[in-house]
């Protein structure tokens, strides 16, 4: 089975842009969660779609959203860039038929914000 | 509010044994993971623990005490592959996982 696929894997915006990332996740999963990863920080958690509803939120401003297909894949959108949204977004899926399952990773992409 | 707490660092000697200590405090509990995550690479699920006690995997433990918010993961002969960040995470009332900064682990020759 395919892993968690994350595109692009790097990416280099300037304050104000906006950037949308991109996640396919494992076949049958129906599950995805965003997590926003900075040294120091950890993993902050975003939000999490499930067959196309948004089911959990984090304490994120507005300018950071999200949709989720009808395939599963999902993508995140940043609307006009800061400085300090320079980090790895993870993405992760999960079969999301229970409430605790194991979360797989997507390799990050890369965004950094000049 | 919601807190995980550990250690940032440890370094540790190949074919030793380290514990990587975890406290947290989260509205409601529904469980305990661990994850690996190398340099430059996505993390990868360890274990998980929702009742008290001791989970063996192989080189690898994961104990848990629901009433000290506390938990541990232990790595037994070291090996230098093991060198990795270890995260902790606790799922809250609504299974919401909130996650540790991550412990940087540095195995030594």
């Known amino acids: 089975k395919a892993g968690v696929t994350q595109t692009p894997r790097y990416l280099i915006k300037t304050r104000g842009q906006q950037v949308t990332l991109s996640c396919s996740p494992i076949?049958?999963?129906?599950?995805v969660s965003w997590y926003q990863q900075t040294p120091g920080q950890g993993l902050q958690f975003l939000f999490e779609?499930?067959?196309?509803?948004?089911?959990n939120k984090g304490n994120f401003p507005g300018r950071f959203s999200g949709r989720q297909f009808s395939n599963s894949r999902s993508e995140m959108n940043v609307s006009t860039l800061e400085l300090g949204d320079s980090a790895l977004y993870l993405c992760?899926?999960?079969?999301?038929?229970?409430?605790?399952?194991?979360?797989?990773f997507g390799p990050g992409t890369r965004l950094t914000v000049l | 509010g919601q807190n995980i707490d550990q250690p940032t660092e440890m370094t540790a000697t190949e074919g030793a044994i380290v514990q990587i200590n975890c406290t947290y405090q989260?509205?409601?509990?529904?469980?305990l993971f661990w994850y690996q995550q190398h340099a430059g690479e996505a993390p990868t699920f360890l274990s998980y623990?929702?009742l008290d006690g001791l989970e063996e995997k192989g080189r690898f433990s994961s104990f848990l005490s629901r009433s000290k918010g506390y938990s541990y993961l232990l790595l037994k002969e070291l090996q230098m592959k093991d060198s990795a960040s270890y995260l902790c995470?606790?799922?809250?009332?609504?299974?919401?996982?909130?996650w540790g900064a991550g412990t940087k682990l540095i195995i030594k020759p």
């Open positions: 992760a899926s999960s079969p999301g038929q229970g409430a605790v399952d194991e979360q797989f």
């Open positions: 076949s049958g999963h129906r599950s």
């Open positions: 779609y499930f067959s196309e509803t948004q089911r």
């Open positions: 989260t509205s409601g509990f529904n469980g």
């Open positions: 623990n929702v």
């Open positions: 995470a606790a799922m809250d009332s609504n299974y919401q996982l909130i």
